[in-house]
């Protein structure tokens, strides 16, 4: 027996003694009968739960574990981050013929598993791959896969002195070009999801020179304007930034990582035979905006143990200067801060006018974070916008992109039709 076992014995132990002590001294009542079922059906549930073959594996290794090949790689950025890519070379029929590549990239607070916690029939990683693409997931700097530095650790603040402007500047750009270098391709086609987007639409206001090495760009939920974005966590977008200056005091730059804390969470509270995962799955529905149809109860456990993956304050915070400002630009250090970095008292403005590379929207009815008016609002400002496509369900949020029980019927159908065409 294990220590672990030994301690959950002694606790019944301890329980059922107790339980007799408290029943000898005081007549049962139905309150007390009832708290007594519901314990012991929990750990009734708690001892049959079968927690998913996924949750305790790696992106690559859930690649593998359905049948396709993975690799891992890493590129170094200009300023010493150290990013993970996870690629499939090629679907489960071989790697024959002629495949273009695909990058795709992750949301906030995620990692290169968004595109792979769901069905080889659905997620569109094995998808990609089993259409005939070269299929490439970086990850940003300081999410799970890319905790490291050529000198600094994570357990220094000036790890996490960053925000998306630094992902646009750099960590895109590096994965493109490690990318074109290593499969001898000319261009590439580009999928983001929610954060995804929004470095894509600034790294090309910054480096309009990329436009030539992507094909086409498929936008999922795509954000660069929050005028609209409700939930309760936009409520905090007014304190966001003093959070953001206490925090960094306190030595505080990292974000809600991944880890054993959230795993334990996950495993008792939102799997399928908890008796509390209906408050697990509403709680994303009050972040993503609801369509509880579609909510896929059989992969939850997997995308939460792996979501959070982390990242810096202030790429949160970005964002909640965004919703503030009500404009797509540059990370507000404050007037000293931007006279410092960008040599004028407010942040410069990202020119949308930049992105020339064909692009297509997809977006949902119902999501509460990149919504129908912002999208619109964004789709007027890019020049060229091939396609312009919202999700064919009158409720689909913003997790439903990637993790719906349907998003091949929904999404991923599209997208290979769009890029198809490109």
């Given at each position: ?80 981050y150290i990013l ?17 590549v695909a990058l ?275 789709a007027k400002e ?41």
């Amino acid at each position: 027996m294990t220590g672990l076992a030994a301690m959950r014995v002694a606790a019944v132990v301890v329980v059922a003694v107790l339980a007799g002590s408290l029943a000898l001294a005081h007549p049962p009542t139905k309150k007390l009968n009832a708290l007594a079922e519901k314990i012991m059906h929990e750990r009734f549930m708690a001892e049959q739960r079968s927690t998913h073959w996924g949750v305790n594996l790696t992106t690559t290794e859930i690649i593998e574990a359905f049948g396709y090949p993975a690799e891992i790689h890493h590129v170094t950025t200009p300023d010493g981050y150290i990013l993970e890519l996870h690629r499939i070379p090629h679907g489960i029929g071989g790697s024959s013929g002629d495949r273009p590549v695909a990058l795709l990239q992750h949301c906030l607070l995620c990692s290169s598993s968004d595109y792979i916690m769901n069905t080889p029939e659905e997620a569109l990683a094995y998808v990609l791959a089993d259409a005939g693409y070269d299929v490439w997931m970086p990850n940003f700097r300081g999410n799970t896969y890319s905790r490291a530095h050529v000198e600094l650790d994570p357990e220094n603040i000036d790890f996490w002195s960053f925000s998306w402007d630094e992902m646009a500047r750099y960590d895109v750009p590096s994965s493109i070009d490690y990318i074109l270098a290593t499969t001898g391709r000319e261009d590439l086609y580009y999928v983001g999801w929610s954060m995804g987007t929004t470095v894509f639409f600034a790294m090309m206001s910054e480096r309009p020179e990329y436009n030539s090495k992507v094909r086409a760009m498929a936008g999922l939920a795509p954000v660069a304007y929050l005028d609209y974005a409700q939930g309760p966590l936009f409520a905090l977008a007014p304190i966001a930034g003093d959070l953001d200056t206490i925090m960094t005091l306190l030595g505080v730059g990292e974000l809600l990582p991944g880890g054993e804390f959230m795993d334990n969470i996950t495993v008792t509270f939102c799997d399928d035979n908890s008796t509390f995962a209906g408050v697990c799955y509403n709680f994303l529905f009050l972040i993503a905006g609801p369509d509880s149809e579609e909510l896929n109860e059989e992969f939850l456990p997997v995308i939460l143990a792996h979501t959070p993956a982390g990242s810096s304050v202030h790429t949160v915070n970005h964002y909640a200067q965004t919703v503030a400002s009500g404009l797509f630009q540059k990370y507000d250090y404050g007037k000293i801060g931007n006279m410092i970095h960008y040599d004028q008292a407010t942040p410069p403005l990202y020119n949308l006018s930049e992105v020339t590379a064909p692009v297509g929207l997809f977006w949902g009815q119902t999501d509460w974070l990149a919504t129908p008016e912002d999208v619109a609002h964004l789709a007027k400002e890019l020049p060229n916008v091939a396609l312009n496509y919202r999700i064919d369900k009158d409720q689909f949020n913003h997790l439903d992109f990637g993790w719906c029980t349907h998003t091949y019927y929904y999404v991923n159908s599209h997208v290979l039709n769009f890029l198809s065409q490109h």
